[in-house]
């Protein structure tokens, strides 16, 4: 991508402000060298009369690392050898489409140039890293949010309309850009499908798209190889009680008693495996928990850079019949991996779901 601007291309900040959580964006800014320290109003103030060519590179960079990884919801499929292989040689084979998707990638459109885009699929790039090849695509999507109306700004009687209603909610939809990925491996047999998940998006609309992706990647090759994704409602219990492995800062679990708790962490430093009124329960209770959704932080350190990426595997209470998504008899299928800057922490969450598979699965990854 051309940025050919005299100034610094303020679309680079939309698209950072788009795309990441504050605290990522502020981080991967001080990265580039700017300071994020005014907001995002603040920044563009800053920065829309003054060049910065190297921190846009570095951060044009970054946004394609993002767009491979940043807040997804991912699903893996083992595959032998020989489809691997064929799905490589297909998405090496594919060039991207003459579209604006694909001009502007990796900076995302303003919510205005979406209204006129398509909401089907649009391959915007083929990525390849030493880690594996992957078909980028472009699309939007409506979301649903729903946000408080102020009453004494919106109404002309508000002391009528407070009479009758505590709040007034409004739903607000909003067009969102998303980067969904078909991403083959080069060094295991474990083949992705990561599609955004961005925040208001519901299960249901991720499975959604989760499985028209997995259509595409099936349409690239003979046979259809992806098939059932692996489950990995077994790695919740074996990740929450292996002590030391990351931090915990959600935990629903089921008891012995019949009951079903739902734990967080407001400080976001302690692990909930040594809270001491989640130890006082479980130690009142005698027998073991059986966890059905938790989230979980790794903080680490690489090449100077801090990390803190975060994994949510989210089964339910009632277990086979409603969990996991449109795959029958799943019970977690997908995982959702978030606060990723780029391919280290994504890969590093990767890997510690992988040291926690069956056996059978383990070895497709290693």
Request: charge should be negative.
């Amino acid at each position: 991508m051309n940025i050919g601007f005299l100034y610094m291309d303020l679309r680079i900040l939309s698209s950072l402000e788009a795309r990441m959580p504050w605290t990522l964006a502020n981080r991967a800014m001080k990265r580039a060298g700017l300071d994020g320290s005014q907001g995002w109003d603040g920044a563009r103030a800053k920065y829309s009369s003054t060049d910065h060519p190297e921190a846009e590179t570095f951060l044009i960079g970054l946004l394609r690392q993002h767009a491979l990884c940043g807040e997804k919801m991912t699903k893996f499929y083992a595959v032998g050898d020989a489809v691997k292989a064929e799905l490589l040689e297909a998405i090496n084979g594919l060039s991207p489409a003459d579209h604006a998707f694909a001009e502007r990638y990796p900076l995302v459109m303003s919510e205005a140039e979406l209204t006129e885009q398509t909401s089907e699929p649009v391959l915007v790039s083929v990525e390849r890293t030493d880690d594996g090849v992957g078909a980028v695509f472009a699309q939007t999507i409506k979301l649903t949010s729903r946000e408080q109306i102020p009453i004494g700004e919106v109404f002309n009687d508000p002391d009528t309309v407070r009479e009758r209603y505590d709040e007034v909610i409004g739903l607000k939809f909003e067009a969102v850009q998303m980067f969904n990925i078909i991403w083959v491996p080069h060094h295991d047999g474990l083949v992705e499908v990561r599609t955004d998940f961005p925040r208001g998006m519901r299960q249901e609309l991720a499975h959604e798209i989760q499985s028209q992706f997995k259509a595409i990647a099936n349409s690239l090759v003979e046979g259809s190889p992806l098939e059932q994704p692996i489950d990995l409602f077994p790695l919740i219990s074996s990740i929450y009680e292996t002590v030391g492995e990351g931090t915990v800062v959600e935990l629903s679990f089921k008891t012995s008693t019949a009951s079903i708790k739902n734990e967080k962490m407001r400080r976001t430093r302690l692990c909930l495996r040594d809270e001491l009124y989640h130890k006082g329960g479980k130690d009142a209770l005698g027998t073991r928990i059986e966890p059905f959704k938790v989230s979980i932080r790794w903080e680490f350190q690489h090449e100077g850079q801090a990390y803190q990426p975060e994994l949510t595997l989210a089964g339910t209470s009632r277990g086979q019949q409603t969990a996991g998504g449109p795959e029958k008899g799943q019970l977690v299928s997908g995982a959702v991996i978030k606060n990723c800057i780029g391919m280290v922490d994504y890969e590093h969450v990767k890997a510690k779901m992988v040291a926690h598979m069956p056996s059978d699965e383990g070895e497709a990854a290693s």
